[in-house]
């Protein structure tokens, strides 16, 4: 039987790499969904939790990780082993920034290594990290080609950007739409195949590029916006206006205007970072993308007003208490 086949039947042998805000819930959602989940990660503290039935992510409770483990559709593991019996490979590994401010992707490196060491002809291989752009078919695609895989025949590799917002109670994995870029169309129809078992919506895209790229996208927006609240409220608090009431008015617009407020500092471990992503990779290209330039240093000026909002002029401070923001962030 064909990875299609055992997808649709739901007996694919699934690993996650990484169980950590991402790739837990997504275990957890597969797990429910009657695959037989294993969820690897190399810290033994987290594992051993994990095996005990605790959860320490907002989004999965340790009453909903108990019966998947007693039933044994959910197993966390340190043996990347079991990679080999797996069908479809999931890898949700840190994408943090190095100190030059460049993208440390030594994390899908060595899960990368891992599944293509581990490699077995017929697999699905997903990755979810976020990343730059070019990073699925230019670093994994080779590791799988050197292991013996022909992409599209007996592997099969695609990019698809998580967008879990950890804590939101309204959007969970399974009502968040699922962008699915694969390199070759067989291997888009099979990732689409395989979210779509848990997620009402799925969008296919031409390629893993174009899902990166769909990704950074959402977050440059994002940072790029709170940096213009942070400067706007800078700006409001000079003229003595409440900033809050000003996006509060200028959002009842029904169209072409989403409100972002300002807060101290961009927040989440994801949006501050994600647009250095992007910004190296159009460098290596001979661009400067100069609005990411200017949101990250807008960034660092509203920091600089003070951590504590106490330290904020009141027009920012009011904004600032009624948007506070989720502690993390997609
Ligand atoms: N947390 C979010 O809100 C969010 C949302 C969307 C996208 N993302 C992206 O998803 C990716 C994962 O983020 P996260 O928040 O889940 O990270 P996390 O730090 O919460 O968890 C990552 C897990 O991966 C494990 N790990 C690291 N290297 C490993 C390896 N080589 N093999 C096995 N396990 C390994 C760690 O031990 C940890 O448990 C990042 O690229 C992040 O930018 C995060």
Redesign the pocket.
């Known amino acids: 039987m064909n990875v299609s086949e055992r997808i649709e039947q739901r007996i694919a042998r699934v690993a996650i790499?990484?169980?950590?805000?991402?790739?837990?819930p997504l275990a957890v959602e597969f797990a429910r969904a009657g695959f037989t989940v294993v969820g690897?990660?190399?810290?033994v503290d987290?594992v051993a939790g994990l095996g005990l039935g605790q959860s320490y992510?907002p989004d999965v409770k340790s009453a909903d990780l108990l019966p998947l483990l007693a039933n044994g559709r959910y197993t966390p593991s340190t043996n990347?082993a079991v990679l080999e019996e797996s069908d479809v490979i999931v890898i949700?590994?840190?994408?943090p920034l190095r100190k030059s401010k460049d993208p440390d992707i030594s994390?899908v490196m060595?899960?990368a290594e891992?599944v293509s060491t581990h490699f077995r002809p017929g697999q699905l291989v997903i990755l979810?990290?976020?990343?730059y752009p070019g990073t699925t078919e230019e670093l994994l695609l080779p590791m799988l080609e050197a292991r013996g895989g022909r992409v599209g025949e007996n592997v099969f590799l695609a990019f698809s950007?998580?967008?879990?917002?950890?804590a939101n109670g309204k959007f969970q994995v399974r009502d968040i739409p699922k962008v699915v870029g694969g390199v070759t169309a067989e291997c888009t129809r099979l990732a689409a195949l395989f979210y779509g078992q848990i997620i009402d919506r799925v969008q296919p895209v031409s390629s893993p590029k174009v899902a990166e790229l769909a990704?950074l996208y959402e977050n440059v927006f994002r940072n790029i916006n709170i940096a213009l609240a942070n400067e706007f409220a800078l700006m409001c608090s000079r003229l003595d206006v409440n900033t809050k009431e000003v996006i509060d008015a200028a959002a009842t617009k029904p169209f072409g205007f989403m409100p972002f407020y300002p807060g101290p500092g961009i927040g989440?471990?994801?949006i501050p970072?994600?647009p250095f992503y992007l910004s190296w990779k159009m460098r290596l290209n001979g661009y400067e993308p100069r609005f990411i330039q200017r949101s990250t240093s807008a960034a660092a000026a509203s920091t600089a007003l003070g951590s504590s909002p106490s330290a904020w002029p009141t027009s920012a401070r009011s904004a600032t208490r009624a948007s506070r923001p989720r502690s993390?962030?997609?």
């Open positions: 790499i990484g169980q950590g805000y991402v790739g837990l690897v990660d190399n810290d987290r992510t990347f949700c590994v840190p994408t994390y060595a899960a891992e979810e990290s976020t990343t950007p998580e967008r879990i917002d950890p990704k989440g471990h994801c970072l994600d993390r962030s997609s």
